[in-house]
């Protein structure tokens, strides 16, 4: 398996045609525009990533499905994700986020929950999660990678922000903070009832 969850054979040649009866035009659609966003021509991105200009064209506009080996070659010489090439979601138009139909991350026996408010699909800089810590429970996180920060503001609850040596702080509602968090760092709900924050997530660089 890839790690975008497809099946390879042994010469990495699966086709994609099976995923969508759109597929050309979104993988044409989203080659288009990473190459440009990057300065490329067809002549240029052909000759790094070993596929030829015509097949390329093709790609772009709809007339050819690709091989999902072909695809990585060109996602490794653009230097994205595989899964930016295959996205479908438009961030052009409005997304909508049910909470009855979300995913939500918990730990601690779901003392502590995060729930995603972005499309996990493609490529970004930013993510921006609710995060629910239950009655005076503490969440302990790990550094991210490095020039990682954080921005939270609390919906409700009063909770103590620690952040590596820096001195901990204190947030009510309505309270924001923008801190480093390439170091270790927690969050801790000081009240007997159920806190609610709301984290941006900012990376120096693009992930997905």
């Given at each position: 398996?890839?790690?975008?969850g497809f ?104 003392q502590f ?67 480093e968090a ?27």
């Amino acid at each position: 398996m890839t790690d975008a969850g497809f099946p390879l054979g042994s010469n990495g040649g699966a086709d994609l045609g099976h995923l969508s009866v759109d597929l050309p035009a979104i993988v044409g659609k989203n080659l288009r525009r990473l190459r440009i966003r990057q300065g490329h021509s067809l002549e240029r991105l052909a000759k790094q990533s070993g596929v030829s200009r015509a097949m390329l064209g093709q790609i772009e506009t709809g007339k050819s499905t690709p091989t999902i080996g072909l695809l990585w070659k060109v996602a490794t010489a653009l230097g994205v994700p595989f899964a930016s090439l295959i996205a479908t979601e438009d961030a052009h138009h409005p997304q909508v986020f049910r909470r009855k139909s979300a995913k939500l991350l918990s730990s601690n026996q779901g003392q502590f929950t995060s729930r995603a408010l972005f499309p996990y699909d493609g490529e970004r800089q930013v993510e921006f999660y609710e995060l629910r810590l239950a009655p005076l429970h503490r969440e302990e996180a790990e550094a991210h990678a490095p020039g990682t920060r954080e921005n939270l503001v609390v919906s409700k609850g009063a909770v103590e922000i620690a952040s590596g040596a820096e001195r901990p702080v204190i947030l009510t509602e309505g309270d924001a903070i923008l801190f480093e968090a390439d170091v270790a760092h927690s969050y801790r709900n000081l009240g007997t009832e159920e806190a609610v924050l709301f984290l941006v997530m900012t990376y120096v660089e693009a992930i997905g």
